[in-house]
């Protein structure tokens, strides 16, 4: 069974950066679109920054615009987040999500919590501090 694994969290100091990646074990993932999702201590999941297969569209929320890019690798079958210029209100947990059954909007995949992802990662802990 496909599942999604993530690595390169960590604990950085504000103004950092740090390269989340996104891989599939298990077997070869073949997805419609797939994003980092992040959760805050107290706070709800939030999309951050999706990306599409089919024309390589991508969506960021407004809080990482200009800092985060996402990026795939096909040949590996990796999606990365590259995070720059890191903030403390950048720490939580970062997951990745895939869709693979429908075809939709990358701001659909990224801001409507009820559109169901077909995978998730377990996720990993980026700590924003000095």
């Known amino acids: 069974q496909v599942q999604l694994v993530e690595s390169g969290g960590g604990l950085v100091q504000p103004g950092g950066s740090l390269r989340l990646s996104c891989a599939a074990s298990?077997?070869?993932?073949?997805?419609?679109?797939i994003g980092w999702f992040r959760q805050a201590p107290g706070k709800e999941r939030e999309g951050i920054s999706c990306?599409?297969?089919?024309?390589?569209?991508?969506y960021y929320a407004d809080s990482v615009k200009g800092r985060f890019t996402i990026s795939r690798d096909n040949a590996k079958n990796i999606v990365y987040l590259q995070m720059n210029s890191l903030k403390p209100e950048d720490t939580a947990v970062y997951y990745c999500?895939?869709?693979?059954?429908?075809?939709?909007?990358?701001?659909?995949?990224?801001?409507?919590?009820?559109?169901?992802?077909?995978?998730w990662g377990q996720g990993t802990q980026v700590t924003v501090s000095s």
């Open positions: 999500a895939a869709n693979a059954f429908q075809i939709t909007t990358v701001e659909v995949m990224c801001l409507v919590p009820q559109f169901e992802k077909d995978y």
């Open positions: 990306i599409s297969s089919r024309d390589d569209s991508t």
């Open positions: 298990g077997g070869s993932l073949d997805y419609n679109t």
